[in-house]
């Protein structure tokens, strides 16, 4: 991968982002063997508030800017968010209708960070991610051929 990180070519950036969300869900997954999953949904929710206010503050020179930039900052998080909310919904309500899947969908509370997926083999793992493997796409990126 590039060491600049403002110059990520599409297929970095979207390697960086499947990465990153796996990391994420693996912590909330291991959270989840410890405290309430609806209260692991709530702090990650909170830390993403936190972390991207953290990220607009960055961003102004001083507090006129800062003020100036909060509407459309807030406007773009909520707006990403509500897409890749309905994304997911959308994607896991297709996954009702597949009943070679619900044992996966189950086994999610769990810490793996891959799934093993048999390819019509039966046999041998193909190692996608679990965004991957259940949507068949890099989330909210770019379409993904999938070989399910």
Not at 13 to 38: G, P, T, Y
Not at 55 to 67: E, N, S
Not at 91 to 117: A, M, P
Request: hydrophobic share 35%; net charge negative; aromatic share 12%.
């Amino acid at each position: 991968m590039s060491d600049d990180k403002t110059s990520l070519s599409d297929e970095e950036v979207n390697l960086q982002f499947r990465e990153i969300a796996d990391a994420f869900i693996d912590l909330a997954n291991e959270q989840s063997n410890a405290f309430n999953r609806e209260n692991v949904s709530l702090a990650l929710l909170y830390a993403a508030a936190r972390f991207n206010a953290f990220i607009v503050a960055g961003h102004a020179d001083d507090a006129t800017a800062y003020d100036r930039d909060r509407n459309s900052a807030f406007d773009y998080f909520t707006g990403e968010y509500r897409r890749m909310l309905e994304e997911n919904l959308d994607q896991y309500r297709e996954q009702f209708g597949q009943l070679k899947y619900q044992h996966l969908i189950r086994q999610w509370g769990l810490n793996d960070s891959t799934v093993s997926c048999s390819k019509n083999t039966g046999v041998e793992p193909c190692g996608h991610s679990k965004t991957e493997f259940l949507t068949g796409r890099q989330p909210g990126i770019a379409k993904f051929t999938s070989e399910h």
